[in-house]
């Protein structure tokens, strides 16, 4: 009798166990976070831009996101319902997407703050978003030796970005000069797709670097009144916001070492 009831408490403390236990298909918390912390953006996206209000554009903008992870709209949907039955779990992350994003706009409202008190630019070498059209189809950076200054840890610098609103007759293409005392490393990435791109910098002494600029170009704009939204756009940098964990790259940079003249540096190719 005493065994039976030691086998009955075993047994439910292995039910009760297993009940909490995440399945292999559902999304593991950590990348639950992250595609939900991007999915709140990409709402906060066509609540705010009227162009991305049409349900078109929300279902292409959540397709992005769920691109950038590698996942399906099922496998979103079975780990949603599997974590609403499991709240703990759905607490925590849920908790900890609303403490980022709330960083995330306290970090924006400071700087524009801090831009405006001191009647200033902006001091982000790259911003975190921009919008592509006919009117103004090219985002360029130019990082000097006194910008290099404020980048904490340059060997890990890199530029990440999400593309959306891209029409299929609409081509683009980002590029990155890294300028070393004797060599020019040039990197290009062709943009044909609504996705998340990445660049890195190549493995070379850092001590040679002089300067890093660039480009992300719309090179054949049919409609002057669409707008091609770049966003998530984040690098190593002290005073870079709205910093997100790594996505995954579409497309592998094609890099070349030349010896360009500097003064086409920084400037997108002719079409």
Not at 33 to 51: C, E, G, K, M
Not at 52 to 74: C, E, P, W, Y
Not at 195 to 223: A, C, E, F, V
Request: hydrophobic share 35%; glycine share 4%.
């Amino acid at each position: 009798m005493q065994r039976s009831v030691i086998y009955i408490i075993i047994s439910i403390l292995i039910l009760f166990s297993s009940c909490g236990r995440r399945p292999g298909y559902v999304i593991s918390p950590d990348k639950m976070t992250d595609v939900l912390y991007d999915i709140r953006l990409a709402q906060s996206i066509f609540n705010d831009d009227p162009q991305f209000r049409s349900d078109d554009m929300k279902d292409a903008l959540v397709a992005g996101v769920l691109k950038k992870h590698n996942i399906t709209q099922a496998e979103l949907d079975t780990s949603l319902l599997w974590y609403s039955d499991n709240i703990q779990y759905y607490a925590v992350i849920n908790d900890t997407v609303a403490a980022r994003l709330k960083f995330r706009n306290e970090s924006l409202l400071n700087s524009r703050s801090a831009m405006l008190s001191r009647g200033a630019q902006s001091n982000l070498i790259i911003p975190t978003f921009y919008y592509l059209n006919s009117y103004t189809p090219t985002l360029s950076f130019n990082i000097d030796t006194l910008k290099m200054k404020s980048i904490k840890n340059i060997s890990d610098f890199h530029l990440k970005f999400d593309i959306q609103g891209l029409s299929a007759k609409q081509k683009a293409e980002a590029a990155i000069y890294f300028n070393y005392k004797d060599t020019l490393v040039k990197t290009r990435i062709p943009i044909e797709s609504n996705s998340h791109y990445s660049i890195s910098k190549p493995s070379l002494p850092d001590s040679l670097l002089n300067g890093i600029s660039g480009y992300i170009h719309l090179r054949n704009n049919t409609s002057s009144g669409s707008n091609v939204l770049i966003h998530n756009i984040s690098y190593i940098d002290s005073v870079a916001v709205a910093r997100h964990k790594d996505g995954l790259s579409t497309r592998q940079p094609n890099r070349s070492t030349d010896n360009i003249r500097k003064e086409s540096v920084g400037r997108p190719e002719p079409n």
